[in-house]
């Protein structure tokens, strides 16, 4: 099919256009949305699925996919709980279990690389072991070992929420790693050209191991600030988060097939998310009716990436 | 009608069962068929040979019903024919039968050789299994093929998944089949049952237009063989008189080569030495040494073997056996990211596919085999890699507007400097070029050349594989001829002819038929 023509800066700039009319639609129709404290809640809200989504560019970037997230979410936050329950004091466990997802992560990718097992069949295995794994940990209930002082991890110092700021740290972090550096350009590299990036020697099973290690870090974070969020290890937390990962890295305008992408474009899908969550919850627009908005605005987003590829 | 004086073979008018008269094609800017006529006789296996672009596939696209001619008649059994698309030239008679083959591999031979034409019953809502397997059964009988038509394709080796090919064109009852390269995946042994089914549809009556690379395997096959030069029919011979020479001369033609550099290349230290280097079913006791600043030329016909080398030395393959030196030392395990951090570079036969990331733009690709150069602690300095892959793109004349733009931009000629500067960038010791020149305009072609000699003056040492053998003489000093995954001869690139080289590479083995 011939795509319609779309003039030149609307076309590079289109889903920040469209985010901007979109805030300025909500800012006269939703009372409330504009205001500062406002606009940190919606950065609050999408903190937890947003630090998954930056680990997740990267790994579709690198052309592989990764549906464990969710569960994996939920069993850090679990493997916390219980550590701290046997007695472990909560600033060793946190570091513990950023490394036991980083580990998990690197399992996907030697999965991947050592056996050629596609990274959809392997997370997808994991996506229900894991589950298992935070229901193992904790007898099938929440388990509520932590001290008071860890709230604020996911709660609020003062008026200001944390999460807010890890998401916007994790998006540096990305960004630069993506952006600056030899390893960011040898995932764009793997993923554009699988071929291609191992004859000009670069270590594309490393690339791809360390690429989930990161996405598997960034989980566990993830898992540990909705524990603290809920102030307890919970076995049924995180679940969907996978797909809303997906979705956002895919409105950020990342190719599903590999080689294109940026950590910036996510932040934009993620805020997207956020806003139009947050919008439409102000204005009172029943949840299931959000559901039905937020997946014709991802089939939206395909299509103005389409057309955006068309013409460039 | 005129004949042209070259055709002296021909079998009597209204004789052919296929027959094209004045063919032409035009594409923009280029002829690739000027006025072809030949006929094709009942029961004969006709060879059609030429250099790359002389205008084979276009023929063959065009007998197949892929592509339509410009001017010129088509006759099937002496009738004028429109083939409108591969599926009308099959009804009319003309089955082709593609390098690539077509079979679906998770379905049974009969399943395959009935394909679409599929019998069914209950009006046409159930296929008819049955039926259709006594079908299959009764076409491979007549082929005296002994195969089961239960079998799934995908447990066949690729031999026999051939002549299910072959026997799915037959299924049409055609007057003529055209082969397109069928033995280029074929074993030897695999070759002579293939010639022997050949041989039963000729007996058949049915016209055999078979082309190949593989020159050396026409007197077993063929009767007579058509060379196609620049778009032109140079002539047909009895594959009796179409000894290597009178081929030879009519591929080439008279064209001199230029005389090769004269560089008097004092016999230097070795850089690469590769001994007994096996891969099985590819390579086999490969010896070769290269030497500072010397340029290695490959020949050899398609299918010799001489990508498998290049990727083998380049670590991009396993090895079976065999060892490689760099500067005397020998090298355990090579990878890509081992040969490079020694100094060795491969410049693949693919550039799209094995060569650049065409997602990412011409500065990332140039950068893609040393990103560690122009980075501290894993962080790249934008600004002195910017001006880096500056000075690439002025040292080896590459035509980009932006280098921040995409690659899959750039005309082939300046990709594949982008590749070639790619490697200069790791600032290496040996390139290997896989055919540098396939797909590039001539200035580029030009260019491509004068960056090896100038590699060659700093010292660098280089293996040139090229399918055009002029070019070989033009680039290389030395030239290693390659056959069935063994090298076969060595000569000076000044020392031979065009036609003494490509007779060295076709000539029947001595080796193995001494072995």
């Known amino acids: 099919m011939r795509m319609p023509k779309l003039p030149p800066l609307l076309a590079k700039g289109m889903l920040e256009a469209i985010l901007v009319l979109l805030c300025v639609v909500f800012a006269f129709t939703a009372e409330g949305f504009l205001s500062f404290e406002n606009l940190l809640n919606i950065l609050h809200q999408i903190a937890l699925m947003g630090i998954v989504a930056f680990g997740m560019t990267a790994v579709i970037i690198a052309n592989e996919i990764d549906l464990s997230v969710g569960s994996l979410v939920a069993a850090s936050g679990c493997l916390l709980a219980f550590l701290v329950y046997k007695g472990m004091p909560v600033v060793v466990a946190i570091p513990v279990v950023v490394i036991a997802g980083a580990l998990s992560g690197a399992f996907t990718g030697v999965m991947r690389v050592a056996f050629q097992v596609p990274s959809f069949i392997t997370t997808l295995a994991l996506f229900t072991a894991y589950r298992g794994v935070a229901l193992q940990l904790t007898g099938g209930f929440a388990l509520t070992p932590f001290p008071s002082w860890f709230e604020t991890l996911g709660g609020r110092i003062g008026n200001v929420p944390v999460p807010a700021f890890v998401l916007l740290a994790v998006f540096a972090l990305m960004h630069f790693l993506m952006r600056h550096t030899t390893f960011g350009s040898a995932v764009y590299a793997v993923g554009g050209n699988e071929e291609a990036a191992r004859l000009s020697g670069i270590r594309v099973g490393l690339v791809k191991v360390l690429v989930f290690a990161t996405l598997g870090g960034l989980t566990a974070l993830s898992g540990i600030l909705t524990a603290s969020k809920v102030m307890a290890g919970s076995p049924m937390v995180g679940t969907g988060l996978e797909l809303e990962a997906i979705a956002a890295v895919i409105i950020g305008g990342t190719s599903f097939t590999g080689g294109v992408g940026t950590v910036r474009g996510t932040l934009l899908g993620v805020v997207f998310i956020g806003v139009i969550i947050n919008g439409m919850t102000l204005l009172d627009v029943p949840s299931y009716n959000q559901l039905i908005v937020r997946g014709a605005l991802i089939l939206a987003a395909v299509l103005i990436n389409r057309l955006q590829e068309t013409q460039a | 009608m005129k004949r042209s004086v070259a055709d002296e073979t021909a079998p009597a008018e209204g004789a052919c069962n296929l027959e094209v008269v004045g063919i032409r094609k035009e594409y923009p800017g280029a002829t690739a068929l000027d006025g072809v006529t030949l006929g094709f006789a009942p029961g004969e296996v006709h060879a059609l040979i030429g250099k790359n672009g002389a205008g084979k596939s276009t023929l063959v696209k065009i007998l197949s019903g892929a592509v339509q001619p410009t001017a010129g008649r088509i006759l099937v059994r002496g009738e004028r024919v429109r083939l409108a698309s591969p599926r009308d030239a099959f009804a009319k008679g003309i089955a082709t039968v593609y390098q690539e083959l077509s079979l679906v591999p998770e379905m049974t031979v009969g399943e395959n050789i009935l394909l679409g034409r599929m019998p069914t019953t209950w009006g046409g809502v159930k296929l008819d299994r049955r039926r259709a397997y006594a079908a299959a059964s009764e076409i491979l009988a007549s082929l005296r093929m002994d195969l089961d038509v239960r079998a799934k394709v995908s447990g066949l080796g690729m031999a026999t998944q051939q002549m299910v090919e072959i026997a799915k064109a037959m299924a ?196 893609l085999a040393n990103l560690k150069r122009w980075a501290r602690a894993g962080v790249i300095d934008r600004r002195r890699r910017r001006a880096a892959v500056a000075r690439t793109v002025a040292d080896l004349d590459i035509a980009v507007s932006d280098p921040e733009r995409k690659v899959s931009e750039l005309s082939g000629g300046n990709q594949q400097k982008v590749v070639i500067g790619k490697w200069l960038n790791t600032a290496p010791r040996v390139l290997l070029f896989d055919e540098p020149t396939r797909g590039i305009d001539v200035r580029a072609k030009q260019q491509v050349f004068q960056i090896i000699a100038d590699l060659s003056r700093r010292g660098i040492a280089s293996i040139f594989v090229s399918s055009e053998l002029e070019e070989l003489l033009d680039v290389c000093h030395r030239i290693l001829v390659m056959q069935e995954g063994r090298i076969t001869a060595e000569v000076e690139a000044a020392d031979v002819t065009l036609a003494q080289l490509f007779a060295l590479c076709v000539q029947a083995d001595s080796r193995s038929a001494a072995s």
């Open chain 2, 172 to 367: 049409g009852e055609p007057s003529a089949v055209l082969l397109d390269e069928p033995t280029s995946a074929l074993a030897r042994d695999e070759t002579e049952s293939l010639f022997a089914l050949i041989a039963r549809l000729t007996a058949r009556g049915v016209t055999v237009v078979y082309i190949s690379h593989r020159l050396q395997e026409l007197p077993r096959v063929a009767h007579r063989v058509s060379v196609l030069r620049d778009g032109k029919l140079i002539g047909t011979r009895a594959i009796a008189d179409a000894t290597p020479g009178v081929i030879a001369e009519m591929m080439f033609g008279d064209a001199m080569h230029k005389t090769p550099p004269a560089v008097a290349l004092a016999r230097r230290k070795p850089v690469l030495e590769v001994r007994g280097l096996r891969r099985a079913g590819r390579l086999r006791d490969i010896d070769l040494t290269l030497h500072e600043g010397e340029v290695l030329g490959l020949a050899g016909m398609v299918g010799a073997g001489r990508t498998e080398l290049l990727r083998a030395i380049s670590g991009a393959d396993r090895l079976d056996g065999g060892s490689i030196r760099i500067d005397g030392r020998e090298v355990g395990r090579p990878s890509p990211a081992r040969m490079k951090a020694l100094g060795l570079g491969l410049i693949p036969e693919n550039r799209k596919e094995e060569g650049l990331v065409l997602e990412l733009s011409t500065d990332d690709n140039v950068c």
